[in-house]
């Protein structure tokens, strides 16, 4: 694969930067890890421009300055574990395992977490853990959880993940349908969950098990 130097500095200065992305590991993580990687070969070309793509299974590959936008708005710093709803491409997940500690990520279709893992392991991730299954459910065995991020929209926040966020912790989801979404962020603060709204947003929708999309 060519050097994406380049390419991604590109992307960072012209898509992230003039936008209101200023955390330095944040733009770091982005000019590191090569989104062409997690691209089908044919949209290669199109791998820095800043829109979602298609990855297969009806499913997209979201733009570089909403993975920005997310991930900065976790917040993280140092070695929290963190819950991944929606593996998909594997894009998000490498820049959450870049920064964080331990990412548990559960993908409903088993062909495209074999994708992604294979990716994530070729770049030599041992911090991801990967699940096929619903991920409404969450990992409750594994939690509490940090930080969770769930890249596909919801129509609210569900309960499991509520339940499944530590003291302290940042949930972050797309909520919405066809009409309009927009980011919610829950904050846990001693046990009192402080909710907010921010950024319009578009996410295919959240699915699991008994959906069609996933059988």
């Keep these: 694969m060519p050097d994406a130097r380049d390419e991604l500095d590109w992307m960072v200065r012209t898509q992230l930067e003039p936008r209101g992305i200023f955390d330095a590991r944040v733009l770091e993580a982005m000019r590191t890890i090569d ?7 044919a949209h290669g070309s ?13 499913q997209t590959i979201s733009q570089p300055y909403m993975v920005a936008v997310m991930t900065q708005s976790l917040d993280l710093r140092g070695p929290q574990r963190i819950l991944e ?6 894009y998000q997940t490498a820049v959450l395992a870049r ?9 409903c279709r088993p062909a495209l977490l074999e994708k ?8 030599g991730f041992k911090n991801v853990h990967y699940r096929a299954g619903d991920g409404r459910r969450g990992w409750p065995e594994a939690s509490p959880f940090d930080r969770i991020l769930c890249a596909a929209a919801a ?8 339940d499944q966020l530590a003291d302290g912790g940042i949930l972050l989801v ?10 919610v ?5 001693g046990g009192r969950l402080v909710r907010t709204e921010f950024c319009p947003c578009r996410f295919v929708p959240l699915v699991g098990e008994g959906d069609d999309a996933c059988s």
């Design 174 to 183: 797309p909520v919405g349908g066809a009409e309009g979404q927009v980011l």
């Design 99 to 107: 920064l964080g500690g331990e990412v548990y990520t559960v993908e």
């Design 46 to 58: 199109l791998a820095y421009d800043d829109n979602p793509l298609p990855i297969g299974e009806g």
């Design 116 to 123: 992604a893992r294979a990716v994530l392991d070729s770049m």
């Design 185 to 189: 962020k829950v904050a846990n603060r």
């Design 155 to 162: 129509a609210d926040v569900p309960q499991a993940w509520l």
């Design 85 to 90: 709803i929606g593996t998909g491409s594997g």
């Design 35 to 41: 989104r062409r990687r997690f691209v089908p070969e």
